[in-house]
T-cell receptor, first 112, second 113 residues
Framework: QKEVEQNSGPLSVPEGAIASLNCTYS??????FFWYRQYSGKSPELIMF????GDKEDGRFTAQLNKASQYVSLLIRDSQPSDSATYLC????????????FGKGTSLLVTP | DADVTQTPRNRITKTGKRIMLECSQT?????MYWYRQDPGLGLQLIYY???????NKGEISDGYSVSRQAQAKFSLSLESAIPNQTALYFC????????????FGPGTRLLVL
């Protein structure tokens, strides 16, 4: 079982809608959770991180963490075509010396 | 100038050749990582180093070796390249003691014929 699971997509949403991306993880000792955006052929870039239960907002992005249910999500409000990319969930856990474990990513397509 | 640089950016090599990918950073971070990315498989950790004298294998270290020459430099070697090592390789850095946010280099696209 992969430690960090994401639906590969593609997730298609119309421009202006809310995109909801989900991620589950298996290590209950995980401490920090990250969302990266990756455009095709480019390197991942950090969107935001969260480490406490609840919501964390940054502009159009909101990360949500529920440690009891072991899931983390990313909401993108007012989605734009430029948000079309692959979104990677990463978890800082105990099983690789506190290096990050990455999910395979969810492909998001925002249609005009 | 970019904080994390990788050389070369693209490389074509033949089966059995030894090649080295280099990573340098000016962020002053103590931790460095090497990942490979294959289509549909996400990022897989090859090796990571928490300081110059602390190097650890990741989930797919077979066929690879690394060298941490200095805090700012971390090299990945393929001793005898094989076609299934064709992939996109990323170096990343992070700073200990905080949230361990990782910052990625631009990547090296490797093709093994």
């Amino acid at each position: 079982q992969k430690e960090v699971e994401q639906n590969s997509g593609p997730l298609s949403v119309p421009e202006g809608a809310i995109a909801s991306l989900n991620c589950t993880y298996s290590d209950r000792g995980s401490q920090s959770f990250f969302w990266y955006r990756q455009y095709s052929g480019k390197s991942p870039e950090l969107i935001m991180f969260i480490y406490s239960n609840g919501d964390k907002e940054d502009g159009r992005f909101t990360a949500q963490l529920n440690k009891a249910s072991q899931y983390v999500s990313l909401l993108i409000r007012d989605s734009q075509p430029s948000d079309s990319a692959t979104y990677l969930c990463a978890v800082k856990g105990r099983n690789s010396g506190y290096a990050l474990n990455f999910g395979k990513g969810t492909s998001l397509l925002v249609t005009p | 100038d970019a904080d994390v640089t990788q050389t070369p950016r693209n490389r074509i090599t033949k089966t059995g050749k030894r090649i080295m990918l280099e990573c340098s950073q000016t962020k002053g971070h103590d931790r460095m990582y090497w990942y490979r990315q294959d289509p549909g498989l996400g990022l897989q950790l090859i090796y990571y180093s928490f300081d110059v004298k602390d190097i650890n294998k990741g989930e797919i270290s077979d066929g690879y070796s690394v060298s941490r020459q200095a805090q700012a430099k971390f090299s990945l070697s393929l001793e005898s390249a094989i076609p299934n090592q064709t992939a996109l390789y990323f170096c990343a850095t992070s700073e200990s003691g905080g949230q361990e946010t990782q910052y990625f280099g631009p990547g090296t696209r490797l093709l093994v014929l």
